[in-house]
């Protein structure tokens, strides 16, 4: 009976294995998000491409597991706020942004794993607003400042790792396709300008499991 009595004790006392990513678990993870373009653009009145600098913000991200390898995840974040510019003048406008995007992901692990490596692809809704020339842009003529919102793929690569049953450690890093237009005026001249911004977007935070 003792003895019986002491396993039973040392039996209580062992940590439970964290159980990850099951079908049905719904988990939230949120964490800083830097946006880093990577693209160029066409000529912009002869003085090069337009340089698009990083910027980083709160990013979220919802998953639902449809099966233990199979996940839907949602990617928000609060607004991006890009400085715009040309290497000739300097910055010439703040440009923000919003970059909703879902993504179907392949869990790799079991679900009894600590570690969960996936992989996703996905598409990308990016809306653009509040595009503003600053005084720099004013003082060369330009106004009227617009840039065309864009669909396109995206693809990620992302690890978790389990700390308890509900809570996590996550890594991810994301790669959209954002192709789009800058539309200007120069004096009494309007102009159209193809813009790749095509950014990694980088992804460190924590997650919870409901």
């Given at each position: 009976?003792?003895?019986?009595?002491?396993?039973?004790?040392?039996v209580?006392?062992?940590?439970?294995a964290?159980?990850?990513?099951?079908?049905?678990?719904?988990f939230?993870r949120?964490?800083?998000?830097?946006?880093?373009?990577?693209?160029?653009?066409?000529?912009v009145?002869?003085?090069?491409?337009?340089?698009v600098?990083?910027?980083?913000?709160?990013?979220?991200?919802?998953?639902?597991?449809?099966?233990?390898?199979?996940?839907?995840?949602?990617?928000?974040?609060?607004?991006?706020?890009?400085?715009?510019?040309?290497r000739?003048?300097g910055?010439?406008?703040t440009?923000?942004?919003?970059p909703?995007?879902?993504?179907?992901?392949?869990?790799?692990?079991?679900?009894t794993?600590?570690?969960?490596?996936?992989?996703g692809?996905?598409?990308?809704?990016t809306m653009?607003?509040?595009?503003?020339?600053?005084q720099?842009?004013?003082?060369?003529g330009?106004?009227n400042?617009?840039?065309?919102?864009?669909?396109?793929?995206a693809?990620?690569?992302?690890?978790?790792?389990?700390?308890?049953?509900?809570?996590?450690?996550?890594?991810?890093?994301?790669?959209?396709?954002?192709?789009?237009?800058?539309?200007?005026?120069?004096?009494?001249?309007?102009?159209?300008i193809?813009?790749?911004v095509?950014p990694?977007v980088?992804f460190?935070?924590a997650?919870?499991?409901?």
């Amino acid at each position: 009976m003792k003895l019986r009595a002491l396993a039973l004790a040392v039996v209580t006392l062992l940590p439970v294995a964290a159980s990850a990513h099951e079908a049905g678990d719904f988990f939230m993870r949120a964490g800083s998000a830097t946006v880093r373009p990577t693209g160029g653009s066409d000529n912009v009145l002869g003085l090069g491409e337009f340089h698009v600098n990083n910027n980083t913000q709160l990013g979220l991200t919802f998953t639902y597991m449809a099966t233990d390898h199979i996940g839907i995840e949602l990617l928000g974040a609060t607004p991006f706020r890009h400085k715009v510019g040309l290497r000739a003048t300097g910055n010439l406008a703040t440009v923000h942004q919003l970059p909703p995007t879902l993504m179907a992901q392949w869990y790799f692990m079991g679900n009894t794993s600590k570690w969960q490596p996936y992989a996703g692809v996905g598409v990308n809704y990016t809306m653009f607003y509040n595009t503003d020339f600053n005084q720099t842009g004013q003082d060369l003529g330009l106004s009227n400042l617009s840039v065309k919102n864009t669909w396109g793929v995206a693809g990620q690569v992302g690890l978790d790792y389990q700390l308890t049953p509900d809570w996590m450690l996550n890594a991810s890093l994301w790669y959209i396709d954002i192709n789009t237009k800058v539309r200007f005026s120069a004096g009494e001249d309007r102009h159209s300008i193809d813009t790749h911004v095509n950014p990694f977007v980088f992804f460190f935070g924590a997650g919870y499991r409901f």
